[in-house]
């Protein structure tokens, strides 16, 4: 089964910056099914990106994924106030079974 | 646009199987385009996916709770349900439903529903 690490826990950034969000798998996997979703308090997670770089309908181009075999990096170039979330980064396979990293917290410094 | 909700008991008794029901609306379950699925969040915690199911009634369960998870489709209404048995207080989540489109090439689970928060309590 694999493992997803993401780092760091906690990242305290401003509006304006860039923020680097960190997914580590635990063995190679495929470029095709690693996703990243934004979690705000109350609110179901809404899926961003897929098949590691392909943004979800809707999201704007700010956010962006790459990475390849076992590191994977969710960007996002320039802060918005709306971005402070929780970020999980997601495999799954071409059979409907998921695992979840323990989440990245994005907070405002 | 399609539509998920969850509905069920949120209070439910150690030792009793939870029960949750997701109706689809704005599209039918029954498209050979979707998986539909179940996650939960521990308060204050990640996300954990439970299993998933076609509309043909196959499922997929997480290992780690195989033996206490059943998923069904009710085509007919639209809906498709979890139970869990035997239950503990570290069953107390929110529990989600989620659709993925088998359609687009990589796709991942794309529509979620609110959520419904289930309590494991005496």
């Not at chain 1, 109350?42 to 309908?57: E, F, M, N, W």
């Not at chain 2, 030792?15 to 969040?41: D, F």
Request: proline share 5%; charged share 15%.
């Amino acid at each position: 089964e694999i493992v997803l690490t993401q780092s760091p826990g906690t990242l305290s950034l401003s509006p304006g910056e860039r923020a680097t969000l960190s997914c580590r798998a635990s063995q190679t996997v495929s470029n095709s099914y690693l996703a990243w979703y934004q979690q705000k308090p109350g609110q179901a997670p809404r899926l961003l990106i897929y098949g590691t770089s392909r943004r979800a309908t809707g999201i704007p181009d700010r956010f962006s994924g790459s990475g390849s075999g076992a590191d994977f990096t969710l960007t996002i170039s320039r802060l918005e106030p709306e971005d402070f979330a929780v970020y999980y980064c997601q495999h799954y396979g071409s059979s409907p079974r998921y695992t979840f990293g323990q989440g990245t917290k994005l907070e405002i410094k | 646009q399609l539509q998920l909700q969850e509905s069920g008991p949120g209070l439910v008794k150690p030792s009793e199987t939870l029960s949750l029901t997701c109706t689809v609306s704005g599209g039918s379950i029954s498209s050979s385009g979707y998986y539909w699925g179940w996650i939960r969040q521990p308060p204050g915690r990640g996300l954990e996916w439970i299993g998933s199911i076609y509309y043909t009634g196959s499922t997929y369960y997480n290992s780690s709770l195989k033996s206490r998870v059943t998923i069904s489709v009710d085509t007919s209404k639209n809906q498709f349900s979890l139970r869990l048995s035997s239950v503990t207080a570290a069953d107390t989540a929110v529990y989600y439903c989620a659709r993925r489109t088998i359609a687009v090439p990589g796709s991942t689970l794309d529509v979620w529903g609110q959520g419904t928060t289930v309590t494991v309590s005496s």
